[in-house]
């Protein structure tokens, strides 16, 4: 019997005491099981998480640079220290397995730790004589108060792609989790508190709708980072630009593999089921269609099929599990109701991921979902179109290089894609045609490391900047260029009355 606690907003270095007047339920995926409740924001409670950070800008946009880094130094430290608990409470509420919760925590720290290099990152420009007695030079400030609102899939990388960088630059942070998985945000946040960051720099509201709304549109809130699905990505873009906010919007993603029949089947077999089935499929970089080049369709299916047979899908928490959990029942139902969908729209249902055996420490209470296999799956079919986000892999079969390039340029989607080939000349033809903000060859997940920055094209991404980075930097910075020029000792300096529009000389 698990005892039900409650999880409160974050507000100024503090849980936040009030009663809330709405609250949502918290599941252990792989029990079903109900094991807390989360506090839902409304209008008020954002505000003073927007009040917080308000206040606190005042004071965290004069820190020094090397005062930040040394935060920002302690905080990489914590994190790392406290990896372990991190995960597990990433487990106990999103369902993927420790391992991958790690992998998550690891590759948040890569933005930290390019946060650190926060000095180098800031240097401005400078131009001596630009004209004559004038030099001129550039500097990167704060915005204030930013907004990070993050999706369920990854409690603490997605937040962590963004909330280093902009505390790095001298901005207040106010972070609304998913309501799915809202612990991970408390915990950084303590971490933050314990690494002498000021209080009302990183504020966490937990919530839905309301409470991104009611930031999309404050007055006080400079700037959103937003990671979702695309129909909310819309929303957020639109009406936070329409409030006159800095905006980049991270959508959802089908992603395509392309396998040329010149490819390594084995290595390409062994990515397509880490890239379909890790985290159960719920990643945005996920492969979810695999883009067979005959006449290897028949045999990649079948060397897929033989890996899924042997996958232990259980409890995140037990070590011997490799898929563990979908995040809720409703979208176990969901995702499983495309299985039926695909077999009525003509695709043939290869594995049925209903039959896979659960391991013996499952409890079937949980919400479960076997990897599923499709074959001969075509546009127009419902298991093409829509983002499924389970553990449900699509194969497509074309005649050539060109129909497959064809075919994942014409998706509204361009998250991630990847080749896999050993002809070079092919992978660089790839890599120059394919309409895709983020492209692995041979590489299945092609996340940027954090000196790059991540972003997808068309309906995965509104906005003009990627996430972290250089985009990064110049997201959560403005520009300010100044022009200076300081009379001469001698005296000499030039004086007097000119009207005209200042020239060089
Ligand atoms: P979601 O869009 O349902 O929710 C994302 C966030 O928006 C949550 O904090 C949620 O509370 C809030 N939200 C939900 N509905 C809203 C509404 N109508 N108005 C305002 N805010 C709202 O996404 P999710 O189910 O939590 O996450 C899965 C999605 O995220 C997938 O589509 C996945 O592809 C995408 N994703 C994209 C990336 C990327 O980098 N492009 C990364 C991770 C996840």
Not at 295 to 310: H, N
Request: charged letters at 20%; one cysteine or more.
């Amino acid at each position: 019997m698990t005892t039900e606690q409650r999880i409160t907003h974050w507000i100024a270095g503090r849980p936040w005491t009030g009663t809330a007047p709405r609250s949502g339920d918290v599941h252990d995926p792989a029990t079903g099981a109900v094991t807390a409740r989360v506090d839902l924001a409304g209008p008020d409670i954002v505000d003073a998480a927007v009040a917080a950070a308000r206040d606190a800008f005042a004071q965290w946009r004069h820190a020094s640079v090397a005062r930040r880094t040394a935060v920002l130094f302690a905080f990489r430290e914590l994190v790392h220290a406290r990896r372990e608990e991190l995960a597990a409470t990433i487990v106990a509420e999103h369902g993927k397995v420790h391992s991958d919760a790690l992998g998550e925590i690891a590759r948040g720290l890569e933005v930290v730790e390019f946060a650190c290099g926060i000095p180098h990152l800031l240097r401005g420009g400078y131009t001596e004589q630009a004209s004559t007695g004038v030099d001129v030079y550039s500097l990167r400030q704060p915005l204030g108060p930013v907004a990070v609102v993050s999706p369920f899939n990854f409690p603490a990388m997605v937040p962590m792609w963004f909330f280093p960088l902009a505390i790095a630059a001298g901005n207040t942070v106010v972070v609304k989790p998913s309501e799915k998985d809202p612990s991970a945000a408390n915990a950084l946040a303590a971490l933050w508190r314990e690494a002498g960051l000021p209080d009302g720099v990183f504020n966490v509201v937990h919530g839905d709708a309301a409470a991104v709304d009611r930031l999309l549109e404050h007055p006080d809130v400079k700037a959103v980072s937003f990671v979702g699905s695309t129909p909310v990505a819309r929303h957020v873009h639109e009406t936070a630009t329409r409030h006159g906010k800095r905006v980049q919007a991270l959508g959802g993603a089908k992603n395509h593999m392309l396998v040329l029949p010149d490819a390594d089947l084995d290595l390409a077999a062994d990515a397509a089921v880490n890239a379909g089935y890790g985290a159960a499929g719920e990643r945005c970089m996920a492969v979810s269609v695999l883009v067979a080049v005959e006449p290897v369709g028949d045999e990649l299916v079948a060397r897929i099929a033989e890996r899924i047979a042997r996958l232990t899908v259980g409890p995140g928490s037990a070590p011997e599990s490799q898929m563990g959990p979908l995040v809720t029942g409703a979208h176990r139902d969901r995702v499983t109701s495309y299985l039926d969908a695909g077999v009525a729209a003509g695709a043939e249902l290869a594995v049925d991921g209903r039959k896979h055996p659960l391991s013996p420490a499952a409890d079937t209470a949980g919400f479960w979902l076997g990897p599923t296999l499709f074959d001969h799956v075509r546009p127009g079919m419902s298991v093409y179109d829509d983002e499924i986000f389970g553990p449900v892999l699509s194969v497509v079969r074309v005649r050539s290089y060109d129909e497959g390039l064809a075919l994942i340029n014409a998706n509204p989607y361009g998250n991630g894609t990847a080749l896999f080939t050993h002809d070079g000349g092919a992978a660089r033809r790839f890599q120059h045609e394919v309409e895709v903000g983020m492209v692995g060859i041979n590489v299945p997940i092609p996340v940027p490391v954090a000196y790059y920055s991540f972003g997808g094209w068309k309906s995965s991404l509104f906005g003009d900047t990627h996430a972290y980075g250089e985009d990064g930097v110049r997201f959560f910075t403005r520009g300010k260029a100044v022009t200076q020029r300081w009379p001469e000792p001698s005296g000499t300096s030039r004086r007097g009355i000119d009207l005209g529009f200042p020239t060089h000389d």
